[in-house]
């Protein structure tokens, strides 16, 4: 089969990002034709590598620009976004002639209706996969977006689709409750480090946290909960792994909790799995998710978690009490829940026994097999029935 994949980028760090392009490689290892199209790469390579029968292409077509002008110029720059993106995604299905396309959300909202018509008049099937709560994917878009939007907004063309693939089963509710059919549930996979074993060497009183530097990771309620508790365990350090436009805000955060001896901020790796051995556990802030990768490669290294129960994805993964502790929302709540997974070492390292187990599920040709089987019955046009 031939894939067109958008998304909105290649070339940050993203468990997203990290997520699509080993789905691409397995399907391209399996001898399917795979194209990437972005809007928001402009030059740059991706993070993470891509087969070489991958093919990329990037639209400049960069409707985030708007924000530089006044109302009625912004209104008209992303009208010209519009416009531009719509013109070139119809050469690249021509030229590619894919058997489906499949929209990558978030960050892809402001085209989705654009492609499903381009789709749709091709006679081209086309899924949607979310990455994140429904929330996210569909909160409202600044006035002038909404504008260029009114006459035919993203909810009414996702409705379209062929199939939407959701990482939770909660997520996945919350798509049915607006009226959208066809969902399948299937899960991140990860590359299952079998090389680990549960004696792993680890680097004592380290805690680890990986993530964009955005307002949705909520490093800043980590720290917050960290002070709480860094006076009683003055000999454990967090290391933070993502880069993002926080940075210098979680920074002077730090700075000012006088904790930047103690938190260090660190650009992302690919070695990432060598960073989660070496850890004893890994803490998610987040105020919402899709399926957190983080989490489940964590757990595959032997490395528990303390996770926020944001909607979605964490208390899917962990079990409470036994791979990992599940926090309430809030900063005392998180900072009790890190305290007791610092105070307890023998149950730590036990929940990190069952947590490795707990993470074959995700296994990697497990799961990818249940992507290429969506994708084939797409084309195929068999029907999904409600999970």
Known sequence: MRIIIF??????????????VEKANFLSNQGHKVMFVTYADKGRHPFFKLSDNIGLTNIDSRYFDAYKYRIFRKIWYLAKSKVLFKKQFREIIAAFKPDMIDIITPNTRFYIPNIIKLAKSARVPIAMECHVAYHSNM????????????????????????????????????????????????????????????????????????????????????????????????TWHIDIYGEGKDKLMLENQIANKALSDRIIINPPTQAIYAEYSKSQFLVLSSDYEGLPLVIIESMACGTPVVACDCPYGPSD?????????????????????????????????LMGKKARIAAERYKSDIVMKEWEQAYLSIINNNCYLAE
């Not at 998304?7 to 699509?20: A, D, F, W, Y």
């Not at 693939?165 to 299952?192: F, H, M």
Request: charged residues 25%; aromatic residues 4%; contains cysteine.
């Open 139 to 234: 909160s409202k878009p600044p006035l002038a977006e909404r504008i260029v939007n009114c006459l035919f907004t993203p909810l009414k063309a996702i409705r379209k689709v062929d199939l939407l693939i959701t990482l939770t089963s909660g997520d996945a509710e919350c798509w049915r409750n607006n009226k959208v059919k066809n969902i399948k549930i299937i899960p991140n996979p990860i590359q299952y480090p079998l090389c680990l074993t549960d004696d792993i060497n680890r680097e004592q009183n380290r805690i680890i946290c990986v993530g964009r530097l955005d307002s949705q990771k909520r490093f800043d309620r980590l720290i917050d909960s960290f002070a709480l508790i860094a006076e009683k365990h003055p």
């Open 317 to 349: 993964i962990i079990e409470d009490g036994i791979t990992g502790l599940i926090a309430k929302m809030n900063t005392n709540d998180l900072a009790n829940k890190m305290d007791w997974m610092i105070s307890h070492e023998k149950e730590r390292r």
């Open 7 to 20: 998304i909105s980028q290649l070339h940050i760090s993203g468990g997203m990002e990290h997520t699509v």
